[in-house]
């Protein structure tokens, strides 16, 4: 049934091989999508009690198993102990919020025309086809999956193959709480995604912009649903009433926590005025935040993905420099077992430069002046995608005005761009997403289908 193989090893430890497995093909994906789809006529039946105690009971045996779901995160993806633990706490909270969200309201009363009734009820799609990344194993495929499954939908999972370990892993712990077959993982690369989009009656992907684009292409081209969360280029605009250690502390891990692997992370730090105690503090506190094993407690930055992410990050800082950009700290891979790259930041660089316009998925920020504000959001606004902007700083007319004027889909005042509530729609503008919000209530929209039904008495 399987062509290939894909193979998952751990950052820190590249010898360290977390799982195997054949790479599905399309004729086996269409055997597990079959399946699925014969589970979920047993589950749209369930009653709303018997899908939230479904959910439930996943939600408890995560929470049974909380360390060896963060040891296996942490061996996998080199996320650092805390985050990793949070990630986790993460996954429980989402499965036990959309396991109470069985009881929502599922549709529409309305005043009829012609008596009776005219009410909306909201149906499940059918089967969704959910394609993740690597950097949430846990939080993305469940903040897909839970909201599917508690609409009636069967899910097919395909996981980068880069957190095929934790796929799996949810698939054996879900499977003790639902029907046989109804969330599968389908194991694979390009292939086993574009096979899983072509069955699925929905879509959700969660991935880099150029992947996106093909994915929302197919879907949209079989006429099915799509939504896609991708990149980011997430600006951090600094007042100049800003508190410079205090912005400097939340930017500088915005940028560099989890080795600046997030797609809220901060990418761009745009100083309004010339502001060298900001500056400095931003640089202080990133090199406090040194690479060290994941696996320590304390330790905020561990390894980037693979040996591919860390030459990307270090040709990202090389072409800035020969553009005249300043590096004020890092630019280097550390001499050690795995892929480490010392946080970097760059100072001094065009707005215009790749370093500011495209996405570099590790702990590298680029450093900018503008100015005033209005130039300030310029920066911000002047590159193709639009997720999450963070502003810094105490007068408030300031502020409303960078949040009236900023284009990205979230918008954080004194927080970090990195850090969602996943009980609050979460999105992009731009080439940042295609299609309807995620998380929140916002998800069970997307995953069900509204039909419209008009019941009139017969006589009288
Ligand atoms: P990726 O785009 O390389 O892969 C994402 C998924 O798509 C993987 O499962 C991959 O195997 C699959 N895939 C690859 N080609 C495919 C095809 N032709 N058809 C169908 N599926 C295909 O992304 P990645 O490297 O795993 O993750 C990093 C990227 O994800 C970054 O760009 C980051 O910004 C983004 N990301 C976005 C969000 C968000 O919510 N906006 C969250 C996390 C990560």
């Given at each position: 049934m399987s062509t290939s193989h894909v193979t998952s090893i751990s950052p820190q430890a590249p010898s360290d091989v977390v799982a195997e497995a054949g790479a599905?093909?399309?004729?086996?994906?269409?055997?597990?999508?079959?399946r699925a789809r014969e589970a979920q006529l047993q589950w749209r039946a369930t009653g709303a009690a018997g899908r939230c105690s479904s959910l439930a009971g996943a939600a408890r045996e995560l929470r049974d198993r909380r360390q060896q779901a963060t040891e296996l995160v942490i061996r996998e993806v080199g996320k650092p102990r805390g985050e990793a633990a949070g990630e986790v706490d993460r996954?429980?909270?989402i499965l036990e919020y959309y396991a109470q969200a069985a009881f929502a309201s599922r549709g529409d009363l309305l005043p009829p025309s012609i008596g009776g009734l005219l009410y909306t009820e909201r149906r499940p799609h059918g089967l969704a086809g959910l394609i993740t990344p690597w950097n949430f194993p846990i939080a993305i495929p469940l903040w897909k999956s839970a909201p599917a499954l508690v609409c009636g939908n069967a899910v097919l999972l395909k996981p980068s193959p880069d957190a095929l370990g934790t796929a799996l892993f949810l698939q054996e712990l879900l499977a003790r709480h639902l029907p046989d077959g109804l969330f599968a993982v389908a194991p694979g690369e390009a292939q086993t995604g574009e096979a899983v989009v072509a069955e699925a009656?929905?879509?959700?992907?969660t991935g880099s912009v150029g992947v996106g684009a093909s994915v929302t292409a197919q879907a949209t081209g079989r006429g099915v649903p799509v939504q896609a969360e991708m990149g980011g280029q997430n600006a951090a605009i600094v007042l100049p009433d800003a508190d410079p250690a205090r912005s400097a502390a939340i930017i500088a891990g915005a940028a560099m926590g989890y080795a600046g692997q997030k797609c809220t992370a901060t990418r761009r730090v745009i100083v309004v005025g010339e502001n060298d105690a900001f500056v400095d503090a931003l640089v202080q506190r990133t090199e406090a935040l040194a690479p060290g094993d994941?696996?320590?407690d304390g330790v905020a930055v561990g390894p980037v993905i693979s040996e591919a992410a860390r030459a990307r990050v270090l040709e990202a800082v090389a072409r800035a420099q020969q553009a005249g950009g300043r590096t004020l700290t890092g630019g280097a891979a550390l001499d050690r077992d795995g892929w480490f790259v010392a946080p970097t930041l760059v100072d001094r660089?065009?707005?215009?430069?790749p370093i500011m316009q495209e996405e570099t998925f590790g702990p590298l920020a680029a450093v900018c002046r503008a100015g005033d504000l209005d130039e300030a959001v310029q920066i911000a606004n002047g590159v193709r995608f639009g997720l999450v902007t963070s502003i810094h700083g105490r007068d408030l007319d300031?502020?409303?005005r960078a949040v009236a004027a900023v284009d990205t889909g979230m918008i954080k005042v004194n927080?970090?761009?990195?850090?969602?509530?996943f009980y609050a729609p979460f999105g992009g503008e731009k080439a940042s997403s295609f299609g309807p919000r995620e998380q929140g209530m916002a998800a069970l929209d997307f995953y069900t289908s509204t039909h419209t039904v008009s019941l009139a008495p017969h006589a009288g």
């Open positions: 599905l093909d399309p004729r086996a994906v269409a055997a597990l999508a079959a996954g429980i909270a009656d929905i879509v959700s992907f994941p696996y320590a660089v065009d707005p215009s430069d300031q502020i409303l927080g970090p761009t990195a850090g969602v509530d």
